[in-house]
């Protein structure tokens, strides 16, 4: 048996002000994933998983984290292609640079109380703010049977 698997590698920020407030991204241009989330996006072939972050957030916000923590990870395999996707889900409130919205959405703050009761949030994203906001969690995964998606925190 193979230990090699194909998997998918992203990152996701949650970027605070200090006051309560969050950098949201409504996304807008991707056909199955639209609705409110974190900025962040996939590692380059050959990249470094915390310096994609920061260079994701950049792309998508124009500011400059600086010292992101990694909070954990979500995980599941695809159902199409059963190819592996993880999550790195990262913090930062130490930024510098001007807020400005880039082709994959629109960029704003948004009071986190607020947003954990959003109706307008990406599919999962709800379970991934709990991994964001939740100290003694820090990784969520689904598993798949043909009846049913079972949601697990660690």
Do not use: A
């Not at 082709?103 to 379970?127: C, H, R, T, V």
């Amino acid at each position: 048996m193979s230990r090699n698997e194909e998997t998918e590698l992203t990152n996701m920020c949650m970027i605070s002000d200090g006051k309560g407030n969050v950098v949201v991204q409504n996304k807008v241009n991707n056909e199955y994933w639209h609705g409110w989330n974190f900025p962040g996006g996939h590692v380059e072939k050959g990249e470094y998983i915390t310096p994609s972050v920061i260079r994701e957030v950049k792309e998508e916000t124009g500011l400059d984290i600086k010292e992101p923590k990694l909070c954990g990870i979500k995980e599941f395999h695809k159902m199409k292609d059963g190819k592996r996707y993880i999550v790195f889900l990262y913090s930062s409130d130490k930024f510098s640079g001007e807020l400005k919205s880039s082709n994959e959405g629109e960029i704003f703050w948004y009071p986190l109380s607020d947003l954990i009761k959003s109706d307008k949030l990406i599919d999962g994203f709800g379970d991934m703010l709990k991994v964001f906001t939740d100290e003694n969690i820090t990784e969520v995964f689904y598993e798949r049977t043909e009846d049913e998606v079972k949601t697990n925190f660690i």
